[in-house]
């Protein structure tokens, strides 16, 4: 794990209670004035401006001992003329450049998923566009890409079971056009017209069949989208694993894997070592990760987690101990990030989105603070002051300096007092 510049210990302790103090006084109402000049000051560069060093860049050999994605978010145009809930505009230079900063860690993207705002900003379109973007990029570089699949295309409700279907379909096809793994995604517009686990049994069982590729099975969990409370058929839990399970072992040579995000490491760990051996699990537990992937004596778990995306440099090099038998040094590096995931992913978990792209935006890979949906607004203040504070503790920005200058900004924009870049100066 990288620890924090030892220059900037002292100041970051200090910046964290005055501006948590300033933060805790406007939140009660006594608001302090905001720093001259910093409320409306640009970032330095274009719109499009890519992560310094990372685009382009050669990836690092693969991992061994696990294959890791990270879900990776989506950079939107900060100038386009759009609307909340209008299709997203997306910066491609900035958007593909956080992709090449993943591979260059030497872990997978996993494309278009929740994390990219899929379904809460980015359509189908806009997602569509992404695939291929993202996977001719990938075939530059050599870099691992799994791409989801799933029937956004069709309106929230009164889709048919047909309708499912031919959505599915159709973007499995472009999936795997473009040369990616697919990640069958669950489905809003399936859930709502299922009438039980009959339904995902038949309409798996087709698509697995035809195609081309193994592919990873996603179990989202309601507590990432409450559309999806009952998925395969039950709302109980024991009921709607065993149906997953059938599918599963019904086309095995068909499933690469099967990415779970229930946020429940026992139930996981279960699951897993009912699996057929040539199945991985993928974790997408942002809460247990590090547990889950170090594993047990029966087994271990992969990753595809939205976490990963601002823990990339720090998440590499964990699995690196991994990789040289070194399970004390992986859980040493990795087990300190859990404090900030579920921090990130606290309840409402679906909105975990905006501390990612906060945390991109401060660490530079970014020129601005702007979601699709307009979902930067969807945390507070204090939240998204404690994701600085824990994510700067982890020594996770390149930049400390410009970290705080920017947090110091976004502050002034809320109207809380004196920025944090201007209280470490001060004490250094």
Not at 15 to 31: C, E, H, K, L, N
Not at 160 to 184: K, N
Not at 336 to 354: D, E, I, N
Not at 363 to 383: E, K, V
Request: aromatic share 6%.
């Amino acid at each position: 794990m990288n620890a924090a510049p030892a220059s900037s210990d002292a100041a970051t302790g200090s910046v964290s209670a005055s501006v948590t103090a300033s933060v805790t006084a406007s939140v009660t109402g006594s608001v302090t004035e905001p720093a001259t000049g910093s409320v409306t000051e640009p970032a330095t560069g274009s719109v499009t401006e890519p992560a310094t060093g990372s685009e382009g860049a050669t990836p690092r050999p693969p991992l061994r001992s696990r294959t890791v994605f990270a879900a990776a978010h989506v950079v939107v145009d900060p100038l386009a003329d759009t609307t909340p809930d209008g299709p997203a505009a997306l910066d491609w230079d900035a958007t593909l450049a956080f992709r090449h900063h993943l591979w260059a860690q030497g872990l997978g993207v996993a494309e278009a998923m929740d994390t990219a705002q899929r379904g809460t900003g980015l359509d189908w379109g806009g997602a569509a566009e992404l695939i291929r973007r993202s996977a001719a990029e990938a075939k530059a570089v050599g870099g691992l890409l799994a791409c989801g699949a799933g029937t956004d295309q069709l309106p929230p409700h009164g889709s048919s079971l047909t309708d499912v279907r031919e959505a599915y379909e159709e973007q499995l096809a472009l999936v795997e056009d473009a040369g990616a793994r697919p990640i069958l995604m669950a489905s809003r517009q399936l859930a709502a017209a299922a009438t039980g686990p009959a339904d995902y049994l038949e309409l798996y069982g087709h698509l697995l069949r035809q195609t081309a590729r193994p592919v990873i099975l996603h179990w989202l969990g309601p507590m990432f989208d409450p559309a999806l409370d009952g998925y395969w058929g039950s709302a109980e839990l024991d009921a709607a694993t065993e149906t997953f399970l059938q599918i599963i072992a019904a086309h095995p040579d068909k499933v690469d894997g099967v990415k779970i995000s229930l946020l429940d490491a026992d139930r996981e760990v279960r699951l897993r070592r009912r699996l057929p051996e040539t199945v991985r699990c993928y974790t997408g537990d942002d809460f247990h990760y590090p547990e889950l992937i170090a594993g047990d004596d029966h087994g271990f778990s992969h990753a595809l987690l939205g976490i990963f995306d601002p823990l990339a440099p720090l998440a590499a090099e964990a699995v690196r101990h991994l990789d040289t038998g070194d399970t004390a040094g992986f859980r040493a590096a990795l087990d300190p990030t859990v404090a900030l995931s579920r921090h990130l992913f606290q309840a409402p978990t679906r909105y975990y989105k905006t501390g990612v792209v906060l945390l991109a935006w401060l660490a530079g890979h970014q020129s601005h603070f702007t979601m699709a949906g307009g979902l930067q607004s969807a945390r507070s203040l204090p939240h998204l002051w404690r994701a600085y504070e824990l994510a700067d503790g982890l020594g996770l920005f390149p930049d400390p300096e410009l970290a705080a200058d920017r947090m110091g900004k976004l502050l002034a924009v809320y109207g809380v007092g004196e920025t944090a870049a201007e209280k470490r100066g001060e004490e250094e």
